[in-house]
């Protein structure tokens, strides 16, 4: 390997690494999303497509994918690179060691211990690996509208909440 495609694998590692959430847009996919993930034995993994679990539309095996990861202090973009993605069996070795970190990292699991055998029934999981060096940064901000989601916290404020907080603000 050349010292660029050395460095360039570093730089990939370290920064993913350190990312909680990385953008990541599958083939045919209409836009990024922002994923989970962890960094396993030299490639990323995910978990999702269950209930649940966040949505990874686009990701097949034996596909491609762009990830963008950002800074995890100032949340700006940091590198970018080219994956292909592997879907890991049920069951299988590498599947376990990856379901191993993946449990470590899921934040709020409704199910807790029993996490695995819900991910072996109802989920994906996969992994991508780089396939070489950094792609360079746009110049262009990229920044998009959000993605249509069920969730969401807009909502009318109750007609007494501002009487409320000003009898609070009196004493």
Do not use: Y
Not at 89 to 116: C, I, Q, Y
Not at 126 to 136: C, V
Request: proline residues 10%.
């Amino acid at each position: 390997m050349t010292s660029e495609l050395l460095l360039d694998r570093a730089l990939i590692e370290e920064a993913t690494k350190k990312s909680g959430l990385v953008w990541v847009r599958g083939a045919g996919a209409p836009a990024a999303r922002a994923l989970w993930h962890v960094w396993h034995e030299g490639a990323m993994c995910l978990v999702g497509d269950g209930p649940g679990e966040q949505p990874l539309p686009g990701l097949a095996d034996g596909g491609a994918a762009e990830v963008t990861v950002r800074s995890k202090d100032k949340g700006g973009r940091l590198v970018g690179w080219t994956a292909a993605v592997s879907e890991l069996a049920p069951g299988t070795p590498e599947w376990e060691a990856a379901v191993a970190e993946l449990k470590g990292k899921r934040l709020n699991a409704p199910d807790g211990e029993a996490m695995p055998e819900r991910w072996a029934r109802e989920c994906r999981v996969l992994r991508l690996t780089p396939t070489g060096t950094t792609a360079s940064l746009p110049d262009a901000s990229l920044a998009a509208p959000p993605l249509p989601s069920p969730a969401t916290t807009r909502q009318p404020i109750p007609a007494g909440l501002p009487r409320l907080l000003a009898r609070r603000r009196g004493r």
